[in-house]
DNA sequence: CATACTTATTGTAAATTATACAATATTATT
DNA sequence: AATAATATTGTATAATTTACAATAAGTATG
């Protein structure tokens, strides 16, 4: 089937802001545009909101069609809408976002897109519209959200050590934890499950492997917490 | 200056959620609609956006146009954009709130508005489109904001009681506090000045008076609190 | 094998904060 | 003087937070 122009919302759009975790920084996703505007600049995977299409179906198609990746759950940010934002016309985009385990989906560019890459949150490229302003505000909301609800569950391999998360943590919040606190208060949460294997492949002690309590974790992301640090 | 209807984004708009308090409840503010659709409905005071127009400067023109308040501060809540959301065609919907103290404002009915009225956050009328599903949205940020960052000076008169911003917690919260905790704890934020005035006219031992230290308010409310009650 | 190296793991005392709980104080009214 | 209504306050116990560094367990190296 072949969508005619006219279902298309000329004036609104979505653009969709992925973060990943490597154990060191958060990454987004970007994509290398093949087409202008922005041609041969990196940015956020985002295009038009069609007529008959919600707001979540479209980001999903949009994160599809220019990346390849599927199935992921993506959370409304905000709206972006200064007059100025984008240079041909007004649009008023609708940003969302995820967080996803890098290790866990396939990147594919789509056809509007020459290449697709995890770029360091800390080291991004200028990129083109308010695209960096929209990860910035992204940014700020994941800060919030680690105060009030368990996260790494999304963003961690399934097994992980007490390191990688004190990591995580570190990294978005943009701070140093001291490791003894961090982890007893951790540890308290109790939704995290002794495997009883260890790290392999170190040059060194290997830590202990742990998963998430799926259960527990579940019922504290809807419960909410209070886990100031 | 006469604007043509080509200013205007046909399929976007905005919808303002105006929170206030009357001692006993939240309230929002609703307009009882002139014009179709929803002719004679109470609803959210929302219209379109122009072409050239900021988002948050739509909002206070709309607002402004609707009820006749102005310099009211909104804040973006999020987009609701469901394709059936509008019966007529399809319409994104940015929806802002904002808190303020009823007295400090005068209604004035706008040209689309027959009436305009403080409605109890716990008995609204059905409103017409998603109103009733946006409020509930504004309702949770609230409660959610309220663990994160002081709350009062937007929505109580400049002096009060300390039993007043209990019951404004309360009611946001929908619980009971422990009036010694609560006390305690609030006094500790040091936000709090004591103006050494007493309630009048109550047939009853009169309360103290507070009034918000700004200063302070202003910079907890920058730094976020962890205010767990 | 002994040593160095690297990261993982753990405890404790002191301070602070949270919690549960009800008697007394102050005014206006009768 | 008694009543009615709401305001105000304290304390003991439990739980949590904070600051802080030594020891453990592997691998790598000579």
Redesign the pocket.
């Known amino acids: 089937m072949v969508k005619s122009s006219s279902n298309i919302l000329k004036n609104v759009s979505t653009d969709c802001v992925i973060f990943g975790f490597d154990n060191a920084d958060i990454k987004v996703l970007l994509v290398k545009l093949a087409v202008d505007p922005g041609k041969g600049e990196w940015a956020l995977p985002g295009s038009n909101i069609l007529y008959d299409e919600d707001l979540d179906v479209a980001a999903k198609r949009v994160l599809c069609e220019f990346t390849g990746l599927e199935n992921v759950y993506m959370e409304q940010l905000q709206s972006f809408g200064k007059t100025s934002r984008f240079p041909l016309f007004r649009v008023i985009t609708i940003a969302f976002f995820a967080l996803l385990k890098i290790e866990d989906y396939s990147l594919e560019p789509g056809p509007k897109v020459t290449e697709t890459q995890w770029h360091s949150i800390n080291k991004l490229p200028k990129l083109p519209f308010d695209h960096n302003e929209i990860i910035e505000t992204a940014r700020k909301r994941l800060k919030q959200r680690v105060r009030i609800r368990p996260i790494g569950f999304e963003l961690l391999p399934q097994k992980f050590?007490?390191?990688q998360i004190q990591n995580l943590y570190e990294s978005i919040l943009n701070i140093k934890l001291?490791?003894?606190?961090f982890?007893?208060?951790l540890l308290?949460l109790k939704i995290l499950i002794d495997t009883h294997e260890r790290q392999k492949g170190?040059?060194?002690?290997?830590?202990?492997l742990y998963k998430f309590d799926k259960r527990k974790y579940n019922k504290l992301k809807e419960q909410g917490i209070n886990f100031?640090l």
């Open positions: 050590t007490l390191t001291d490791t003894r606190n982890r007893k208060k308290n170190v040059a060194h002690r290997a830590a202990k100031e």
